[in-house]
């Protein structure tokens, strides 16, 4: 049965950056995209970026243009969420989410989300 | 950016009835819509897709459709464990998701 695996939660200072991982397992990790979707407390949900875990490509929603980063280790079926310049309005639930197939941008599948907290 | 509005924000029924849960785009989003289910603590649930097509799994209670701007989520008969939230997202334009309607148990 396909998994995702996060790693767990993270408290970081302002202006820190912050590492996510997300393993893959139960299905071909190349032939499906990952997306990045976060939930801040008692909000709703936001996409944040995508990969294409066979060539790398990504793509990221505007807003996190220059703070996001994504990238995988096709050896470890792993994707990695690298977010920097933390706010605290970054303090949110990190969930990884596998595509329906390539860029269908629906999301069937998902982490258990990872609780990044920024605070001074 | 797509704005998708849900309403009601909150819907409170008794398990049993009939929901219905409204999502309106604030431009055609033809069919390239899904909603989702979350319950407290948890991850999404994918539900429906394109519309009205049913993931994986998800009973035959759940039914969605419309197209264009207009879309329902519908659950026929309410179980218990249908009382969460549901958000929709829209493909057509980027990525963007309604803000949520609580299903509340009477």
């Known amino acids: 049965q396909v998994q995702l695996e996060q790693s767990g939660a993270e408290v970081k200072k302002p202006g820190a950056s912050v590492r996510i991982s997300c393993k893959a397992s139960?299905?071909?990790?190349?032939?499906?995209?990952m997306h990045w979707v976060r939930q801040a407390p008692g909000q709703g949900l936001e996409w944040m970026g995508i990969?294409?875990?066979?060539?790398?490509?990504?793509t990221y929603a505007q807003e996190f243009q220059g703070s996001l980063t994504v990238t995988r280790d096709t050896s470890t079926s792993t994707v990695y969420m690298e977010l920097s310049s933390l706010r605290s309005e970054d303090t949110a639930v990190y969930y990884c989410?596998?595509?329906?197939?390539?860029?269908?941008?629906?999301?069937?599948?998902w982490g258990q989300g990872t609780l990044v907290t920024v605070s001074s | 950016e797509i704005v998708l509005t849900q309403s009601p924000a909150t819907l409170s029924l008794s398990p049993g009835e009939r929901a219905t849960l409204s999502c309106r785009a604030s431009q055609s989003v033809s069919s390239s819509l899904a909603w989702y289910q979350q319950k407290p603590g948890q991850a999404p649930r994918l539900l429906i897709y394109d519309a009205s097509t049913r993931a994986t799994g998800i009973p035959a209670r759940f039914s969605g459709s419309g197209s264009g701007t207009d879309f329902t989520l519908t659950i026929s008969s309410l179980e218990p464990e249908d009382f969460a939230v549901y958000y929709c997202q829209q493909r057509s334009n980027w990525r963007t998701f309604g803000q949520g309607t609580k299903l509340e148990i009477k």
């Open positions: 139960g299905y071909t990790f190349t032939s499906y995209h």
């Open positions: 990969i294409d875990p066979s060539g790398g490509s990504t």
């Open positions: 989410a596998r595509d329906f197939g390539s860029s269908w941008y629906y999301f069937e599948y």
